[in-house]
């Protein structure tokens, strides 16, 4: 009798056992998560979705609500449209800003400041296309870069610049996503971003392949998260909502008018620009930029870094949620963020009508010794 309930306590273990090992066989793995996920992203005809999103950088932390929809054509050469708006945020000013686009036409609305930034989509598109060359991102252009004509070539493309792998699952609502984590290959990615570091952690819906979460984690950066609290996808969407109706007594902007324009050495130094005469070994200048009224000095450092010495007036400069170290600059009070490993920093005083700043991937002394050098 006894043995025939070791065999039968045996049996019961090895049945476990041999279940356990199927499900973890049956379980998807890297791959088939992004492949899985990038179908459905190219069978997607209009989505919609409201997400949290949390953000945070040496200069500053953020965090929020945004609720968004989007309607893809299956024609390449037909520009997307969405709708996004800001339900709520830690910084007041942020809530309630809308940016919408048609496809051919672009409003970005502040009730906070009854300004409309308005443009055409090209004319958005392009701009930001000047941001990510101007920041070495140029020969990273994914639909260039990546795109493929099957969802197992662009896996395949996706590879040859990260790492994959499997991570634990994660309850979202109601859903046992599945976990997946990217990690950048330096050698593969433009200079700023391989210096950055970090990696992707990426949460799949099961059913669907839907993405419902995506966190950049441990980047010298900083660290950003989004978070599908609602995912709808292929439901329909009315078109009036990519189209906005500027509001009584705004104030119409166009991208002409608030993009930053670059000054010659002879146009900064008639506006009394005070430059460093002091920086680390590793710092070259270049250029100096007018941003919303602000002279901005721009200066690059090894392995992707770079910083800004700054002057302003107050309107130029945003106000922060986050406590900084009381310091003495120029024989002024001045306030000094600094972030958790201490390689960036952000220094700021006034002296009179004017703000002064400087930061970036610098150390507080560093940015200390820049200020104190000005002329």
Do not use: C
């Not at 049945?15 to 049956?26: D, P, Q, R």
């Not at 409201?50 to 929809?69: D, L, N, R, V, Y």
């Not at 705004?250 to 009394?272: C, D, F, G, R, S």
């Amino acid at each position: 009798m006894r043995n025939q309930k070791t065999y039968i306590a045996l049996a019961i273990v090895v049945l476990i056992t041999s279940a356990a090992l199927v499900a973890f066989a049956l379980q998807p793995s890297a791959k088939d998560l992004m492949r899985q996920a990038i179908e459905t992203m190219q069978a997607t005809t209009d989505s919609h979705a409201i997400a949290t999103f949390t953000m945070t950088t040496p200069e500053k932390s953020a965090t929020g609500t945004m609720e968004i929809w989007g309607k893809f054509s299956k024609d390449e050469e037909t520009p997307p449209s969405f709708r996004v708006e800001v339900l709520d945020a830690s910084e007041a000013e942020f809530v309630g800003i809308t940016a919408v686009s048609d496809g051919s036409n672009f409003w970005m609305y502040n009730p906070a400041e009854n300004k409309v930034l308005v443009s055409t989509a090209e004319e958005a598109a392009d701009m930001m296309a000047a941001y990510l060359a101007d920041k070495d991102f140029a020969e990273f252009n994914p639909e260039k870069t990546i795109h493929s004509e099957t969802p197992e070539e662009t896996v395949d493309k996706l590879l040859e610049y990260f790492t994959a792998e499997r991570i634990a699952d994660q309850q979202i609502g109601t859903t046992n996503a599945h976990g997946l984590r990217l990690i950048p290959i330096p050698e593969q990615m433009p200079s700023e971003l391989g210096a950055a570091g970090g990696f992707l952690r990426v949460y799949i819906r099961p059913e669907d392949g839907a993405p419902l979460a995506v966190e950049y984690a441990e980047g010298m950066i900083g660290s950003g998260s989004a978070t599908a609290t609602l995912l709808e996808i292929n439901q329909g969407i009315e078109a009036n909502l990519f189209t906005f109706t500027i509001p009584e007594g705004a104030e119409v902007l166009t991208l002409e008018e608030i993009k930053p324009q670059e000054l010659t050495p002879e146009e900064a130094a008639n506006l009394h620009l005070l430059s460093p005469t002091s920086l680390p070994n590793d710092a070259s200048y270049v250029n100096t930029m007018l941003v919303r009224g602000a002279l901005v000095q721009r200066y690059h450092r090894a392995n992707g870094r770079s910083f800004t010495v700054s002057q302003g007036p107050a309107s130029a400069v945003s106000a922060r949620d986050d406590i900084g170290i009381p310091v003495t600059v120029r024989g002024l009070a001045g306030t000094l963020f600094t972030s958790e490993t201490g390689d960036q920093a952000l220094l700021t005083w006034s002296d009179g009508d004017t703000i002064y700043w400087v930061g970036g991937q610098l150390t507080s002394d560093e940015a200390i010794a820049i200020a104190e050098s000005l002329e």
